[in-house]
């Protein structure tokens, strides 16, 4: 990956999918964020994190069936 050019954790989500597994980066967030570091001998601070996008944890279809939605949404009655 940082062979290709990848100077941050986010362009090598793209390459990899690094960061898109079940647990969306928890696990080896530091570690990508490290190895770009190193290879491009910046501070993990200059070779960045990932970005946070919700869902912020792993959601079932359950879970997601059971939020409560406003009853508005979606009505055809004005």
Not at 22 to 43: M, Q
């Given at each position: 990956m940082t062979a290709l050019g990848v100077v941050g954790p986010n362009k090598g989500k793209a390459f990899t999918r690094c960061g898109m597994g079940?647990?969306?980066?928890?696990?080896?967030?530091?570690?990508?964020?490290?190895?770009?570091?190193?290879?491009?001998?910046?501070?993990m601070a200059e070779a960045g994190h990932y970005r946070i996008r919700?869902?912020?944890?792993?959601?079932?279809?359950?879970?997601?069936?059971?939020?409560?939605?406003?009853?508005?949404?979606?009505s055809t009655t004005g």
């Open positions: 079940p647990c969306l980066g928890r696990e080896c967030a530091a570690t990508v964020s490290r190895i770009i570091a190193e290879h491009h001998k910046l501070s919700p869902p912020v944890r792993p959601l079932t279809v359950g879970q997601l069936a059971g939020t409560n939605i406003d009853s508005d949404v979606g």
